[in-house]
């Protein structure tokens, strides 16, 4: 399993755009195979910064994703959106605590 965690920041102008995109293609993207969860989170105090949080059965997984044609329409226009360089994080569970 891989957690992918992707960091945006938008101009200000541009997040409904980027929310309307992102609602458009949402169930595309989580019902692409080897996605097991997708989220959107947005930041608490900084209403343009977002972070797309997904599960992955494997690197492979996300890969494969990353180079559809889904993945290259979204992105293209999302990046075009940016006022900072996005940052992604590839990561695995070590540990729960609770639940």
Not at 30 to 35: A, L, M, Q, T, Y
Not at 75 to 86: D, G, I, R, V
Request: glycine fraction near 2%.
């Amino acid at each position: 399993m891989l957690t992918r965690i992707v960091r945006m920041t938008f101009r200000p102008e541009e997040v409904p755009a980027f929310l309307e995109n992102f609602e458009a293609n949402k169930k595309s993207i989580r019902n692409f195979p080897g996605c097991e969860h997708l989220e959107l989170w947005q930041d608490y105090h900084s209403e343009n910064i977002f972070m797309t949080y997904s599960r992955w059965q494997s690197e492979a997984a996300l890969n494969q994703y990353r180079d559809s044609e889904l993945f290259k329409s979204v992105w293209s226009f999302t990046k075009a959106l940016f006022s900072e360089k996005p940052q992604a994080f590839s990561s695995k569970k070590m540990q729960q605590v609770g639940e």
